[in-house]
Every structure is written in structure tokens, then in C-alpha cells.
């Protein structure tokens, strides 16, 4: 066979399974019901989404285009509890499974908030913060009032108690 044509048939079917493992995702994504709302941080400019797909659909999206600076609001699963981060402004941290095969980790600020004392594995925490990509599956931060009223807060919500 022609070197060529084995490339050009190699790239094709390259193309098709990047298309239908996009198009299955989107598929899934509009069966959901929850309401989310995304904003950016940058410049004040407001991109708010209010429709069917949920929290994990809307950090994915994130996710996929290497977005930053976007208020997300959801909820997650623990995956794992992390040492704190006790260097220059402490953090808690710990990584979130939010769904779509998708975990960030929570870094949140133990100097502006309360400190999630006895978290565990597996316990269920909502969230509203700001999401900043890695590939790793991302960071949440800004999890705490902004006591200079620079940025918007977040919080934290685990076992009926806010954390902000």
C-alpha cells in the first residue's frame, strides 16, 4: 500500500474517533438538569451559562479549551486528602472528583477561611471558586471571602457548614 494513502486512512480515523468521543460527551452532557453559572474574571466581562449541563459538563468544557479565571458551582466527590500547603499563605488541599472522569484539586485558603478539619475520602463537597487549568484536570481556588472586595468570593460547603 502507498505510504501516503496509509497516512491519509491514519489521520482519518484519527479525526472520526476525536469526533464521536466529542459528540457521545455532548450527547451525555444535554441529558443533565442541573444550572450552572460561569463567569469570567478578567476584565469584568460577564459569560454567564444557564441551561441544562451541569457543573462537571461546564469545568470539562474548561478543561478541554485551557481556560482560567472562570467561576464554576458544583459539587464533588473526595478522591484524596493532600498535605497542607503551609508555605507563604497556608491552603488546605485536596483533590475532587467532579465527574466526566474529571478531578481538580481544591486549594483552599486556611488564612482567610476555616479549615475543613476532618474531611475524609469520599465525603461530598460543593463548591463555588474560581477554576484555572492545568493538565492534570485543574485547580480550584478562591474558595474564601476576599477581604479586599477585589474578587468575587467563594465557599466551600461540607456537612451543612459553610466555609468561606
Request: hydrophobic content about 35%.
Amino acid at each position: 500500500m502507498n505510504k501516503s494513502i496509509l497516512v491519509f486512512i491514519v489521520a482519518l480515523i484519527a479525526a472520526m474517533g476525536g469526533y464521536f468521543v466529542e459528540k457521545n460527551h455532548k450527547a451525555s452532557s444535554d441529558q443533565t438538569v442541573a444550572q450552572v453559572d460561569l463567569r469570567k474574571n478578567d476584565s469584568g466581562s460577564s459569560n454567564t451559562l444557564q441551561n441544562k449541563q451541569d457543573a462537571s459538563s461546564a469545568i470539562y468544557s474548561a478543561y478541554l479549551h485551557h481556560e482560567n479565571k472562570i467561576q464554576v458551582q458544583g459539587v464533588g466527590r473526595v478522591k484524596a486528602i493532600l498535605k497542607d500547603d503551609r508555605e507563604g499563605t497556608r491552603h488546605q488541599k485536596f483533590i475532587l472528583d467532579v465527574g466526566n472522569g474529571l478531578t481538580v484539586l481544591v486549594a483552599h485558603n486556611i488564612d482567610l477561611a476555616r479549615r475543613l478539619d476532618g474531611l475524609q475520602k469520599g465525603d461530598t463537597v460543593e463548591f463555588y471558586g474560581e477554576y484555572k487549568y492545568n493538565p492534570k484536570g485543574g485547580i480550584l481556588h478562591w474558595t474564601h471571602h476576599d477581604p479586599s472586595n477585589q474578587h468575587e468570593s467563594g465557599w466551600l460547603k461540607w456537612n451543612g457548614q459553610m466555609y468561606q
